[in-house]
């Protein structure tokens, strides 16, 4: 398993020189290095025996179906775009790795037949809509996303035409109805699984998530002349409003709560402040949790409001559920973590992925690996060989486990 593990990452390094910029990785939505990509993944599934296809949204496809299996299919798969100066490892380790499970898979001579999938965007980058690709996977891309344009004017109808396919064929990319469950294997992208000095775990859920902006309006005056009795300070409202909005998370077991922008006016040094804007971002995994966190930190910030006279307003809320992983597939998993000797263990995701959309559409779950430092999204981002090869010996176990339940 330690050559499929150094093969794994090494396929992440290369594939992280075919970038946008020459410095960094950056590899957004059906950008010349897509096709790069896509050439050098489809000779990997031809050289595996696999059927190949690029689907109208620009996932690539291949399909292995040994002697014998029968048409119900497992779809293993992650994403192959990045942010921009990304690390090497963010999706496509995911990708990688599948085609060592595929393999796995024919060494074994198993009875299953397997689709993966390279989604062309997870990360919404080029056009601020996430999950194109799995969207149109799992049949709920909506034609209205076609419109879209990029920072250049080029709509995602155009792209998909200059990239070589027919935006028409769209909803032929959604799964067929034979597809069994979706697996997603995926660095962690945080520090859980480094603290609990574990390789691996089954994810059991996505945390839902709530995102609220908040206006404290109070009154700007001068900070010599306005004695602190008579003030009504915006800003000073907002960061005790911030503090308690730490204590209630802190204080709540798997809650996330952050303010992470605050904008001031009039934003100068001997003003007391007038306005403060502050956005709010709660996560949990249970919704009924984060819905009663989101009404005692709207109500704290109501009754610090009145008691400072300042008057509070709300505004852009957006919700997401929480998206449960397959029970049944992340038990499977699970039992291939125990059945390899390793800690058996499950965790939140505390990220989206495309796991939370393909479960929509078809069982889902997914394989955590351990990320070094917690670090995702930057240069640093690494994974460990050990934690690599751990995956593939759990990888090797749920294919038994798999094709067992299929045939
Ligand atoms: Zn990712």
């Known amino acids: 398993?330690?050559?499929?593990?150094?093969?794994?990452?090494?396929?992440?390094?290369?594939?992280?020189?075919?970038?946008?910029?020459?410095?960094?990785?950056?590899?957004?939505?059906?950008?010349?290095?897509?096709?790069?990509?896509?050439?050098?993944?489809?000779?990997?599934?031809?050289?595996?025996?696999?059927?190949?296809?690029?689907?109208?949204?620009?996932?690539?496809?291949?399909?292995?179906?040994?002697?014998?299996?029968g048409a119900k299919r497992l779809i293993l798969g992650s994403h192959i775009d990045t942010v921009p100066g990304a690390g090497a490892f963010d999706g496509v380790l995911g990708v990688t790795l599948a085609l060592e499970w595929v393999e796995l898979a024919q060494q074994l001579e198993l009875p299953i037949t397997?689709?993966?999938?390279?989604?062309?965007?997870?990360?919404?980058?080029?056009?601020?809509?996430?999950?194109?690709?799995?969207?149109?996977?799992?049949?709920?891309?909506?034609?209205?996303?076609?419109?879209?344009?990029?920072s250049e004017g080029m709509t995602v109808e155009a792209a998909i035409r200059a990239f070589g396919l027919d935006p028409a064929l769209i909803g032929e990319a959604a799964l067929d109805a034979d597809a069994i469950g979706f697996v997603e294997i995926h660095i962690e992208q945080g520090p859980v699984l480094e603290a609990g000095s574990c390789s691996v775990a089954a994810v059991s859920a996505i945390v839902g998530q709530t995102r609220i902006n908040l206006v404290f309006s109070g009154h700007a005056n001068h900070a010599g002349t306005t004695p602190m009795r008579l003030r009504h300070d915006a800003l000073a409202a907002a960061a005790e409003w911030i503090a308690a909005v730490e204590a209630l998370a802190q204080g709540?077991?798997?809650?996330?709560?952050?303010?992470?922008?605050?904008?001031?006016?009039?934003?100068?040094?001997?003003?007391?402040?007038?306005?403060?804007?502050?956005?709010?971002?709660?996560?949990?995994?249970?919704?009924?949790?984060?819905?009663?966190?989101?009404?005692?930190?709207?109500?704290?910030?109501?009754?610090?409001?009145?008691?400072?006279?300042?008057?509070?307003?709300?505004?852009?809320?957006?919700?997401?559920?929480a998206v449960p992983m397959d029970k049944r597939l992340t038990a499977c998993?699970?039992?291939?973590?125990?059945?390899?000797?390793?800690?058996?263990?499950?965790?939140?995701?505390?990220?989206?992925?495309?796991?939370?959309?393909?479960?929509?559409?078809?069982?889902?779950?997914?394989l955590f690996l351990r990320s070094p430092g917690g670090i995702s999204h930057h240069a640093a981002e690494s994974v460990l060989e050990e934690d690599v090869e751990a995956s593939l010996r759990v990888g090797r176990e749920f294919l038994v486990r798999s094709a067992k339940e299929i045939g």
């Open 114 to 150: 397997l689709e993966l999938i390279a989604f062309s965007d997870e990360e919404g980058v080029r056009y601020g809509v996430p999950f194109l690709g799995s969207r149109a996977v799992a049949g709920c891309f909506d034609p209205a996303l076609l419109a879209m344009t990029d």
């Open 1 to 69: 398993m330690r050559d499929r593990a150094l093969r794994a990452i090494a396929e992440c390094k290369l594939i992280a020189t075919m970038s946008e910029e020459p410095d960094r990785i950056t590899r957004r939505f059906l950008t010349q290095p897509m096709h790069d990509v896509h050439a050098h993944l489809r000779a990997r599934m031809v050289s595996l025996g696999m059927t190949v296809r690029i689907d109208a949204v620009g996932n690539l496809r291949g399909v292995w179906r040994p002697a014998g299996a």
């Open 252 to 321: 709540t077991e798997g809650l996330v709560a952050t303010v992470g922008k605050i904008s001031v006016e009039p934003n100068v040094g001997n003003v007391v402040p007038g306005v403060a804007r502050v956005s709010l971002e709660v996560r949990h995994a249970d919704d009924s949790t984060r819905n009663t966190a989101v009404s005692e930190l709207l109500a704290k910030a109501a009754s610090i409001a009145k008691r400072r006279a300042i008057t509070l307003e709300r505004n852009g809320q957006l919700e997401h559920p």
């Open 333 to 366: 998993l699970a039992d291939a973590i125990e059945a390899t000797g390793l800690p058996m263990k499950t965790m939140i995701s505390g990220a989206g992925h495309d796991a939370m959309v393909m479960a929509a559409r078809t069982p889902a779950a997914m």
